[in-house]
């Protein structure tokens, strides 16, 4: 079965960075985008963008151009999406996530989450 | 940037009440449009794409409707399950979601 598994919770300090990574498994690493999405406490999910693990192409989100890059080694099934310069208002748990399939647009596989925390 | 504005932010309903929440697009997003359920500390759970077609294993009292800018959600019966917060989201040019609709007990 199809699924989507992230690196463990950080605590950062402001301006720093923080990497997070997506193991992805049960099925073919190159034939979907991986697309990352993060929610704020309370808040409604946000899109940051996406990587195509065929070619490593990759579409930002207007307000995270500049700070987030997003990478894959397909080597590891892995993607990876690291935020810099961060401020508190990035505290946010970060998903990774995976449309449900070719004919079915809408997220239907979701990692379990990674909460990153940034704190002075 | 296509803006996605959901109404009501919250709806109090009871047990067997038709519930029905409402997600605006800030331009045409023709049917590429999808609904999520979402409870505390879980990823979203996809209920509905294209607007309109059930995602396998979802009750059928889940139905939505709508094209272009105009979509709705609704609940035919609501059951104890379905106390949660609902979110829409286009994909029509990238992925924006609404602020959500939590459907709480009345």
């Known amino acids: 079965q199809v699924q989507l598994v992230q690196s463990g919770a950080e605590v950062k300090k402001p301006g720093a960075s923080v990497k997070v990574s997506c193991q992805a498994s049960g099925y073919t690493f190159t034939m979907y985008h991986i697309h990352w999405v993060r929610q704020a406490p309370g808040q409604g999910p946000e899109w940051m963008g996406w990587?195509?693990?065929?070619?490593?192409?990759?579409k930002y989100a207007r307000r995270f151009q500049g700070r987030v890059t997003m990478t894959r080694d397909t080597s590891l099934t892995s993607a990876y999406m690291e935020l810099s310069r961060l401020k508190s208002d990035d505290t946010a748990i970060y998903y990774c996530?995976?449309?449900?399939?070719?004919?079915?647009?809408?997220?239907?596989?979701w990692g379990q989450g990674t909460l990153v925390t940034v704190s002075s | 940037d296509i803006q996605m504005t959901q109404s009501p932010s919250i709806l109090s309903a009871s047990v067997g009440d038709r519930v029905t929440i409402t997600c605006r697009a800030s331009?045409?997003?023709?049917?590429?449009l999808a609904w999520y359920q979402q409870k505390p500390g879980k990823a979203p759970k996809l209920l509905i794409y294209k607007a309109s077609s059930l995602e396998s294993g979802v009750p059928s009292r889940f139905s939505g409707s709508g094209s272009g800018t105009e979509f709705t959600l609704s609940i035919s019966s609501l059951q104890p399950d379905d106390f949660a917060t609902y979110y829409c989201?286009?994909?029509?040019?990238?992925?924006?979601f609404g602020q959500g609709t939590k459907v709480e007990i009345k």
């Open positions: 989201q286009e994909y029509y040019s990238y992925w924006t």
């Open positions: 990587i195509d693990p065929n070619n490593g192409d990759t």
């Open positions: 996530a995976r449309r449900r399939s070719v004919p079915i647009p809408g997220v239907g596989y």
């Open positions: 331009q045409s997003i023709s049917y590429w």
